[in-house]
């Protein structure tokens, strides 16, 4: 069962955007899914280097176009997306660590920061770069 279900409320109208938001929510989904199944720590962190890698990717092609159209919100932006990575990359360190164990909790923060961080901060870019040809 999905934990997070895609959605038009999702939907930031800039289709390339919102293909890479489907992959993360299905990553998401995929991670809560392991989990559940109480899968192996080394099949758990491959997923959790996935997803960060992705993420990564992911938030480089957002602020490579806010730079190039000269996004006024560009660096309040890029502070959130930065937060995430670190917050991320530290559970991927304590985890292979084993000094935490991933849980639905953790499945959770991941879920509703993707959620909040799309339908608060990431729509607000949508006029700007549909008005900038962006779709």
Do not use: P
């Amino acid at each position: 069962m999905a934990l997070i279900k895609w959605t038009t409320e999702l939907s930031v109208n800039i289709s390339s955007i919102d293909e890479q938001h489907k992959i993360l929510i299905n990553m998401i989904n995929e991670f809560y899914e392991k989990i559940s199944e109480k899968s192996n720590n080394e099949l758990i962190s491959n997923l959790i280097t996935k997803m960060k890698d992705y993420t990564i990717l992911h938030f480089s092609v957002e602020e490579k176009l806010f730079e190039q159209y000269n996004y006024a919100d560009f660096e309040q932006h890029k502070k959130q997306h930065d937060g995430f990575i670190k917050k991320v990359s530290d559970l991927e360190e304590r985890f292979n660590k084993g000094e935490i164990i991933l849980s639905f909790e953790i499945t959770k923060f991941l879920k509703d920061w993707l959620i909040n961080h799309i339908q608060g901060t990431d729509k607000k870019y949508t006029k700007f770069f549909i008005e900038k040809g962006i779709s």
